[in-house]
């Protein structure tokens, strides 16, 4: 049982960032591509995710000393599917036009790797609070790189935002295609790798000048 | 009976609305087991497999059980419940009846309960109201779609290591900018089947 000893905060960036299940750990990948075609659908998928995951690391945490680990991965399954549920009907009765485009994929967050890994990782092995933290920083970060993609996908493919047209002249059709969300992805990640790489290496530089001066020193 | 309706779903759910390239489905499981061949056609097979008979027992269970007692709304829950109990018990049966091939898929059966198609494939069945042997077919034609994709992307991948690839481009970027190309190439087989 390893207690997590990081403060609230850092469990939330750790999500956020260094953690991102999009560009980081590249799982729960499906919505990153089918729903982000437009930021609207990106956005909304976002918000079902980042309720999904907190409510699911809470529900676990709670309940997490009369689970028997035999049957873990069922019960797992039936809470995720629980809230699902829920947001799927909610949405359904709400969000009318939005559900009919993206539901399939509202109803596919039960298979959401991403979510299934925190609660076995984390919440079942934690206190509440910090996995309530956990699973916000978890679904906030799921949230940024909904929007960061479909903010990209629906400029450079309609010329517009949340459904306002913005740019004028001929968009690039491609962007909005099944083949455009591949291509966003990929090119994205590869942008954040260059980030990581670029970062690596002045952090390598500082710490290569540091001993020499204390060495002269 | 007709079977030229059941061919036609086969093609349609394997090539025109292939569930990795225009729907997007699996991608996890797709990018994760398609660096070598092996891997790619262990899950293939495995995949196929699950995906027939999970179709089969979901219908059953939602023609005979869920409409009766009208509690579809559940279908989510339900469906994961009967996917789950599946793998579960073929891991298990197969441990203990055929340890060889066990050896060999056994891995692969945990994976596929994290995979949205096998999710999918019932949901879009009771929604389209498919019979019994139409959502056969469908799960023969999506089983056999992801096949095909997994094959063509580890060939290309196991290409792939020798290729000098700029260093943030390596490994997963490149292999989203290929799918994205594969995908481009599926778009040419919409309109072959009009359903």
Redesign the interface.
Known sequence: MAHTDKSNWELIKNGMFSENTIFRMAISLCPSIAVTNSLKNGFFMGVSVIFVQTMVNLTVSLIRNFINPKIRIPIFMMVIAGYVSLIDMSMAAFARPVYKQIGLYIQLIVAFASIFARAEVFAVKNKIIPSVADGLGMGIGFFLAMIVISFFRELLGKGALWGLPIVSGNPLLIMVLPAGGFFAVGLLMGFFNWVDIRLAERKAAAAETAPSVETTG | MDFGKLFQLVVAASLINNFV????????IF?GVSKKMETAVGMSVTFTAVMVISSALSWVVFKYLMVPLDIT??K??VF??II??FV?SADTIMKKVSPALYYKLGIYLALI????I???VP??NSGEGYSFLESMAFGVGSGLGFALALVIMASIREKLELADI????RG??????V???I??A??GFSGLITL
Do not use: H, M
């Open positions: 390239f225009t729907r997007f489905l699996g991608l996890c990018f709304f559940l989510i829950i994961i419940g789950a109990a579960q309960t994290t995979n949205c096998i999710l999918a949901l879009i700029p260093a943030p481009f997963l970027p490149i292999s989203f900018i799918a994205g190309l995908a481009l599926f778009t």
